[in-house]
């Protein structure tokens, strides 16, 4: 059983930048690959950015290449996006979720990200 709390959510300008944090409990975080989603109002939930367990690969959302960067530290049981040149289509709900196999089997709560004009 994974437990994940995000953090770090808010209203920035867009331009601005904003990092997201994610921790984790248990004492098997290296064992899953985590992922950031985002939800904007009346929108099905997307992909944003995943890391593997060891943090060796990452991808990336089309619409976040080259602005948002996963990383992870295992030590710390944490995950972070960091948001960079943000823009008012990235607001959102963003989660945090683990898998442990092909599937992401735990999420966290949430936290708002708003990108104003």
């Known amino acids: 059983q994974v437990q994940l709390v995000e953090s770090g959510g808010g209203l920035v300008q867009a331009g601005g930048s904003l990092r997201l944090s994610c921790a984790a409990s248990?004492?098997?975080?290296?064992?899953?690959?985590m992922g950031w989603f985002r939800q904007a109002p009346g929108k099905e939930r997307e992909f944003v950015a995943s890391?593997?367990?060891?943090?060796?690969?990452?991808y990336y959302a089309d619409s976040v290449k080259g602005r948002f960067t996963i990383s992870r530290d295992n030590a710390k049981n944490t995950v972070s996006l960091q948001m960079n040149s943000l823009k008012p289509e990235d607001t959102a709900v963003y989660y945090c979720a683990a898998a442990a196999g092909l599937t992401y089997d735990y999420w966290g709560q949430g936290t708002q990200v708003t990108v104003s004009s």
């Open positions: 890391i593997r367990g060891s943090g060796g690969s990452t």
């Open positions: 248990g004492r098997t975080f290296s064992r899953y690959a």
